[in-house]
C-alpha cells in the first residue's frame, strides 16, 4: 500500500541527546514537510523540502536539522540546541515540488518525550 | 508563523446533530484544506477547495471556499460518534510564492454524545 510511514510511534531522549525521527514515503511525492504539535496548537512548520538534496527553514527550525539525499526519505534530527523538544512530530508529502496541487498527506507521527 | 482563526475552539454535541466550525484570516488564500485528526494519529485530509465560492461534499461533509477568499466553512451533517476528533483548517496563501506552505488553524475539538 502506498503511504507515509514514521518511526518510532513513540521516543524517549535524555536531556542533552540527539535524536532522529524517521519518515518515509511511497507516494512518488516531490515535496516532503515536519511539522511539530504543541497541544492546542496549530502545526507549525519546522524544515521543508520540495525536491532532492534541497531544503529550507520553516518557522521554527532552530534546534532541528534535516537531510533530503533520496526522495522517498526526509529524517529529522532535533538535536540538544532545541530547548523545549517534547512534542508530537508530523511527517508530511505532496506531489508535484514547488508546482501542482497544494495536498499534503500526514504520516502517523511520532511523540517525542525527553525526560 | 501566522495561525488562522479557526472557531469554535470545541463543541460537544449529540449524535445526530448538524455541526459547524470555520476559519478565517485577513490575509487572501486560494486553497483551502479541511482535515481530521484522531487522538494520537496523522490528520487526514477531508476536503481541499480552489476557489473562492466552491462548494463541495465529502458523505456528510460540506466545506465552503469564502467568497472574499479570507474564510472557509466545514459542515457535518447527522453528526455520529465516529466524527470525534479535532478537525484543522489550512490555507495557503495567494502571494505567488513558490513555496507551497501551508497555514493551520488551530484546531475544533469535536465530541459527541451517543
Known amino acids: 500500500d502506498g503511504g507515509i510511514t514514521q518511526s518510532p510511534k513513540y521516543l524517549f531522549r535524555k536531556e542533552g541527546q540527539n535524536v532522529t525521527l524517521s519518515c518515509e514515503q511511497n507516494l512518488n511525492h516531490d515535496a516532503m514537510y515536519w511539522y511539530r504539535q504543541d497541544p492546542g496548537q496549530g502545526l507549525r512548520l519546522i524544515y521543508y523540502?520540495?525536491?532532492?538534496?534541497?531544503?529550507q527553514k520553516g518557522d521554527i527550525a532552530e534546534g532541528y536539522s534535516v537531510s533530503r539525499e533520496k526522495k522517498e526519505s526526509f529524517p529529522l534530527t532535533v538535536t540538544s540546541a532545541q530547548k523545549n523538544p517534547t512534542a508530537f512530530y508530523l511527517c508530511?508529502?505532496?506531489?508535484?515540488?514547488?508546482?501542482?496541487?497544494?495536498?499534503?498527506?500526514f504520516g502517523p507521527g511520532t511523540r517525542l518525550t525527553v525526560l | 508563523g501566522q495561525q488562522l482563526n479557526q472557531s469554535p475552539q470545541s463543541m460537544f454535541i449529540q449524535e445526530g446533530e448538524d455541526v459547524s466550525m470555520n476559519c478565517t484570516s485577513s490575509?487572501?488564500?486560494?486553497?483551502w484544506l479541511w482535515y481530521k485528526q484522531d487522538p494520537g494519529e496523522g490528520p487526514v485530509l477531508l476536503i481541499a477547495l480552489y476557489k473562492a465560492g466552491e462548494l463541495t461534499s465529502n458523505g456528510r461533509l460540506t466545506a465552503q471556499f469564502g467568497i472574499t477568499r479570507k474564510d472557509s466553512f466545514l459542515n457535518i451533517s447527522a453528526s455520529i460518534p465516529s466524527d470525534v476528533g479535532i478537525y484543522f483548517c489550512a490555507g495557503r496563501l495567494n502571494y505567488g510564492g513558490a513555496t507551497n506552505k501551508l497555514i493551520f488553524g488551530t484546531g475544533t475539538l469535536l465530541a459527541v454524545q451517543p
Open positions: 508530511a508529502s505532496k506531489r508535484g515540488g514547488s508546482s501542482g496541487d497544494n495536498e499534503q498527506f
Open positions: 490575509s487572501i488564500f486560494n486553497t
Open positions: 523540502s520540495q525536491i532532492v538534496n534541497d531544503f
